[in-house]
């Protein structure tokens, strides 16, 4: 069993990650690095593969090295904006039941996308925004540093030990694991390293979260290593 920070007994507080957590965006990024690699004449295959596991300007530095790096950003930025406004997206089951659930002030999304992005896309699946979102041009370091998990704690004016995660990405998992905050992986088949609980879907957690975010979930599950 993993040890996980053990709340105050004060208020509780739930930090989203978005893509592949809340939004079923996948087949979007597959498509946009695609586009992307097609136009720099590149294997789309292979920049797909490098892009899952880096940060855009380390991809491009690993697969283009002889382009500009900052065109390869403008077009990167260009394609996903038009895929926010053209692309089709799909809320994960669960996401807008537990979001309307949850108390103002009381979650946050942290996520390595830009807001404007965020807010598109959760306007076209009915999603609340709240009062709270961490994106890349807040913080000067990405996950797997916990800086903006421990950003999004504090504009909520948070402990990191009353900070519920719910990520389904390893760098996520890592950047909460961090900050000092309870960690719970959903929509993986199987458990990403290090987190405190596993949910095969976000359908399956959103009970527990809710319990979690009103005090009421017993301390022996918060952290527990099971698999749900």
């Known amino acids: 069993m993993i040890s996980e920070p053990r709340p105050s007994g004060a208020m509780r507080y739930v930090l989203f990650d978005v893509d592949g957590t809340l939004i079923d965006a996948l087949d979007n990024q597959r498509l946009v690095w695609r586009t992307w690699a097609e136009r720099y004449g590149l294997d789309p295959d292979e920049v797909y593969r490098v892009a899952l596991r880096t940060r855009p300007m380390e991809t491009f530095a690993q697969i283009a090295p002889d382009q500009d790096p900052q065109k390869c950003l403008a077009t990167l930025h260009d394609l996903e904006d038009e895929d926010v406004r053209t692309g089709v997206y799909a809320a994960f089951e669960g996401a807008s039941e537990l979001l309307d659930a949850l108390q103002p002030g009381t979650w946050a999304l942290v996520t390595s996308n830009y807001e404007h992005r965020v807010r598109g896309r959760f306007a076209r699946t009915d999603l609340p925004v709240p009062e709270v979102v961490v994106d890349a041009a807040a913080v000067e370091e990405g996950k797997p540093s916990p800086v903006p998990y421990l950003q999004a704690a504090a ?45 095969g879907t976000l359908r399956e957690a959103v009970g ?20 749900e």
Do not use: Y
């Not at 990191?160 to 890592?174: F, H, M, N, R, T």
């Open 155 to 199: 504009r909520l004016g948070a402990q990191p030990k009353d900070c519920l995660v719910i990520e389904d990405a390893p760098s996520g998992v890592q950047a909460g694991l961090r900050a000092g905050m309870t960690v719970w992986g959903v929509n993986t088949s199987a458990p990403v390293d290090g987190v405190h609980r596993h949910f």
């Open 208 to 227: 527990d979260i809710l319990a979690f975010a009103s005090g009421s979930l017993p301390h022996r599950l918060e952290g527990a290593a099971t698999v």
